[in-house]
């Protein structure tokens, strides 16, 4: 039976992670998912429901949050006429699959393969955040055939091996094909859905032992910690939009990806020491 003071515990720590992830959503345009799965990894590991499988929980639910937040990010980028609808056509079926494939995965790879996996890509995300230059540039049009394939295939791959929805990676690489950047972050974000809604689905259907693991559970995916982060996200998002419109958000991003660096190297450190 789960103690009252237990519960208390991880409803404050839950609220916090929330908040964090809502702020820095709106301030920089980087999906929660990046906070939320270190976050969650080390409040469940402090709370004591250290398993074998708690980066699979942290996973699922991370991208469990993406589907909400990303039909509103989509909506509220739609209104503004923000979003690159033929892009979004064009990759979805492969970043789909991608996603299926990531999370098949997911499935077999213990969780200390998956931090290893996510550790290296945080760092990619976070050299990219820390020194990454705006001119940058790959090409002047999005990759076409073969190549699009690719890409986009290995992107959902990624993203759902770290969590995350389709701004860490998405954006980054329109960015590097010649998209703008405003346009970059719309259409990431319903990169984020096409990713999260195949993973979740699956990720329901993947029992995890009971023991260790926390109250609230519905297959993988931990139905408090994706109820208090959808409602703290709503909340805080727009704070962090407000914040990002009143000041240069270049130096903050930057600050931002040397925070990212250091939680993914924690996560490293967890994993080849644990």
Not at 89 to 109: C, H, Q, V
């Amino acid at each position: 039976m789960l103690e009252t003071s237990e519960l208390l515990m991880m409803l404050i720590l839950l609220l916090i992670i929330g908040g964090f992830a809502g702020i820095t959503a709106g301030l920089l345009g980087v999906g929660g998912g990046i906070i939320l799965v270190p976050a969650f990894y080390f409040a469940f590991e402090y709370l004591g429901y250290s398993s074998a499988y708690l980066m699979q929980i942290c996973l699922a639910t991370s991208l469990a949050t993406i589907i909400i937040t990303s039909i509103r990010s989509v909506q509220s980028h739609h209104r503004k006429g923000a979003v690159d609808w033929s892009i979004l056509k064009e990759w979805s079926f492969s970043l789909s699959l991608g996603a299926i494939l990531g999370l098949i995965f997911a499935a077999k790879l213990s969780s200390i393969f998956l931090m290893i996996i996510f550790g290296v890509l945080g760092v990619c995300v976070g050299l990219y955040l820390a020194v990454g230059k705006a001119e940058w540039r790959i090409s002047k049009e999005m990759p076409k055939g073969f190549m699009k394939i690719f890409i986009a295939i290995i992107l959902g791959f990624g993203s759902v091996l770290m969590g995350i929805g389709g701004g860490s990676f998405g954006v980054p690489m329109m960015t590097l094909y010649n998209v703008p950047i405003h346009r970059a972050i719309a259409t990431a974000s319903g990169f984020g859905l096409v990713i999260a809604v195949p993973s979740v689905i699956g990720f329901l259907f993947l029992d995890i032992p009971s023991e260790a693991e926390p109250p609230m559970m519905i297959g993988s995916i931990n139905l408090l910690a994706f109820l208090v982060i959808v409602f703290m996200t709503f909340l805080t998002t727009p704070i962090g939009v407000k914040i990002a419109h009143s000041m240069n958000p270049k130096p903050l991003k930057r600050v931002f990806g040397i925070f990212v660096l250091v939680m993914a190297l924690n996560i490293l450190r967890k994993a080849i020491w644990i």
